[in-house]
């Protein structure tokens, strides 16, 4: 399988089809399409997350969290707004989700970010015991999913998280560096 392809893509669709009694033609063929995401598409949701929060003047970090294929939860990065420290995106996407679907453990869901969940989130993914993450940029500074520390390589812990990063990591980190860079020069100019 594919590094990035969703255990969900793989829900084929099926085809039913029924012959008249002389067998000659083919009477009907009825098409039941589920609609699939790649994990791509769900980062760039997450991306579009991202942008609110850059629109909201808070570092631009988005989050969504998918159930059996559908979208369960979203979030953006919100600490200032929120005068909130733990109003991350992946926190905000996770609260979004329990609610919806009134449990606040989340087994089976798979969360997307934008750039590498810190380790306040990396706790709390692993409380609501997410079946899998997939970030995209890494972040040098406060990662902890290899960066700066792997705390889903801790044994001691008990989870079962699989953990992926580098999707759209370009794209992702670009985002953050442009909005770094604006910011110092709005800072130069005043
Ligand atoms: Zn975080």
Redesign the pocket.
């Known amino acids: 399988m594919p590094p990035f392809l969703s255990k969900n893509a793989l829900k084929a669709s099926f085809i039913t089809v029924s012959s008249n009694r002389c067998g000659c033609a083919t009477v009907a063929a009825l098409l039941t399409l589920k609609i699939v995401m790649t994990d791509a598409e769900y980062m760039r949701l997450a991306l579009e997350l991202a942008s609110q929060a850059q629109a909201a003047g808070e570092v631009p970090v988005g989050a969504v969290v998918v159930k059996d294929g559908e979208i369960v939860g979203r979030g953006f990065n919100a600490p200032i707004s929120r005068h909130d420290p733990s109003a991350?995106?992946?926190?905000m996407a996770l609260r979004d989700a329990a609610q919806r679907l009134g449990n606040y453990r989340l087994a089976g869901c798979e969360l997307f970010v934008t750039i590498e969940?810190?380790?306040?989130?990396a706790g709390a993914i692993m409380h609501a015991r997410i079946a899998r993450v997939v970030f995209g940029a890494n972040d040098p500074k406060?990662g902890a999913c290899g960066s700066v520390l792997n705390a889903f390589a801790e044994r001691r812990l008990n989870h079962h998280t699989e953990v992926g990063g580098g999707l759209l990591a370009e794209e992702c980190g670009l985002m953050l560096s442009n909005f770094f860079a604006m910011r110092r020069a709005e800072q130069k100019n005043v």
Do not use: G, S
């Open positions: 991350h995106a992946e926190m969940p810190c380790l306040m989130c406060t």
